[in-house]
T-cell receptor, first 113, second 115 residues
Framework: DAKTTQPTSMDCAEGRAANLPCNHS???????VYWYRQIHSQGPQYIIH???NNETNEMASLIITEDRKSSTLILPHATLRDTAVYYC??????????????FGKGTKLSVKP | DGGITQSPKYLFRKEGQNVTLSCEQN?????MYWYRQDPGQGLRLIYY???????QKGDIAEGYSVSREKKESFPLTVTSAQKNPTAFYLC??????????????FGQGTRLTVV
């Protein structure tokens, strides 16, 4: 079973920041937080991951709370092409079954003009 | 260009027939995975392989079989024992254990319809 909880859906206005929350209250000390997104009928795409520090790349920022029990993915200037299902996943960063990606139902983000 | 390729994109089969879905990667990744996705649902893990000639069952392996004879290939067979085979199938790969930045790469999926 997925170890994360996300809202089923969210709306965001084009050009505004999209903030997608994720709860992972049972996360272990060696587990990372990963974010993927899936545009309709395509394979999921990696966005970002982090352990405890905040992370930023060209796609998004990841804010992890100090107790690591929750995180927020931020898309700073959402576009219509960011409409997708966003998955938050926790996993260890090495091989074996503990490193498998276990998907929940994710958050369907709709960016509106 | 490096990547992971699934074929075909759409596949139709008659009930009771076995069908094999192809997954090839040229990323030199050790680990490969098969997922199934039903409408409105997340991905569920069918089988995974951490290394050539070895694979393990995921959460929903019944009615499926795999092989891993080559590092770059991980075909999935949907057998007649799978009760509800119509679904979207996704293949993924990632580097082996111990590597940082070990994000998984996904293929574009095969949509299987059994009639």
């Amino acid at each position: 079973d997925a170890k994360t909880t996300q809202p089923t859906s969210m709306d965001c206005a084009e050009g505004r920041a999209a903030n997608l929350p994720c709860n992972h209250s049972t996360i272990s000390g060696n587990e990372y937080v990963y974010w993927y997104r899936q545009i309709h009928s395509q394979g999921p795409q990696y966005i970002i991951h982090g352990l405890k520090n905040n992370e930023t790349n060209e796609m998004a920022s990841l804010i992890i709370t100090e107790d690591r029990k929750s995180s927020t993915l931020i898309l700073p200037h959402a576009t219509l092409r960011d409409t997708a299902v966003y998955y938050c996943i926790v996993r260890v960063n090495y091989g074996g079954s503990q490193g498998n990606l276990i998907f929940g139902k994710g958050t369907k983000l709709s960016v509106k003009p | 260009d490096g990547g992971i390729t699934q074929s075909p994109k759409y596949l139709f089969r008659k009930e009771g027939q076995n069908v094999t879905l192809s997954c090839e990667q040229n990323l030199n990744h050790d680990a490969m995975y098969w997922y199934r996705q039903d409408p409105g649902q997340g991905l569920r893990l069918i089988y995974y392989s951490q290394i050539v000639n070895d694979f393990q069952k995921g959460d929903i392996a019944e009615g499926y079989s795999v092989s891993r004879e080559k590092k770059e290939s991980f075909p999935l067979t949907v057998t007649s024992a799978q009760k509800n085979p119509t679904a979207f199938y996704l293949c993924a790969s990632k580097p082996g254990g111990g590597a940082f930045g070990t994000e998984a790469f996904f293929g574009q999926g095969t949509r299987l319809t059994v009639v």
